[in-house]
């Protein structure tokens, strides 16, 4: 698998889990991630957003069909062997990331929630991570105004 | 001498129907200029206009309509009538809005819904917390609410 992780920053572990994860499909030939403007943090809170675009592998298949509706002709269609739905029915099945918060044919969107308390502070902060999976050539669903 | 006589006549009830016509004229446009000298202030809209404040419920955050600062702060003079709207642009997450000091809330909307609060700013400048109750850390932000006729700069930030 081809990964491009240049506009990422590194951050979020659960983005970091579905890299792996996508390492060991034999269906994702390439995965680009990226931060998303909207992160930020406060006393209270760690918000990091991430965006992951996913590229199937393809493959060629026969299609029997007829030439201005007469003539029988066989064309070859180039296909991806996985759809954004074959995806989340592939990580639902596993126990490290389960089923997403929500999905739809184009997206699937991950939110993590956690608090941590730092050593020797008894008050802690909420991490949240909310990560959002396309296929490649799809645009984001945030709005222009996050960049 | 007969034929005169009614040819005069003729002439005088002419007149006559000439001199009611001006009359009922005048009384027409006088009671046009009456009738619009009254009614006219009637149509004019004496309610204070209502402000719109519209909020988008967006990656976890508001933001106001088309912005790009989150969890803005809002700028309301004392006595102001605003209608607060919000859109829940976060796709399979609920939002809400929530202004606890005023006991103002909204129902928790899927993506895509909308609602509004409609709010009276109190007459005494002060600043208030608004909210979305199931994700109050991260999506906060303040109303302040400055004295009439504060900067209007100020009060449109």
Known sequence: ?147 | MLAHHYRQRAGQTRRWRGARGAVAGVLLAAVAVVGVAVLLPLTANTRPVVRDITLEARDMAFYREGGTVPNPTIWLEAGEEVRFILRNLDLGIAHNLAIDGWQLETAYLDANASATLRVRAPEQPGSQTYVCQPHREMMHGLIEVVARGGSRQTRLQ
């Open chain 1, 1 to 147: 698998m081809d990964l491009d992780t240049t506009g990422w920053s590194g951050e979020g572990a659960f983005t970091q889990t579905l890299i792996d994860v996508f390492e060991r499909l034999d269906q994702v030939a390439f995965l680009r991630v990226e931060d998303v403007p909207s992160s930020r943090s406060d006393v209270e809170y760690n918000f990091i957003s991430n965006e992951l675009f996913v590229r199937f592998r393809t493959r060629d298949r026969a299609v029997r069909t007829k030439l201005l509706g007469l003539l029988p002709v066989t064309r070859m269609v180039t296909e991806p062997v996985m759809s954004v739905t074959d995806l989340e029915r592939a990580l639902s099945d596993l126990g490290e990331v389960g089923p997403p918060d929500y999905a739809d044919e184009g997206m699937l969107q991950y939110l993590r929630t956690e608090r941590i308390v730092p050593p020797y502070q008894t008050r802690g902060y909420k991490l949240v991570e909310l990560v959002r999976i396309y296929q490649a050539g799809t645009t984001p669903r945030r709005t222009e105004d996050d960049g």
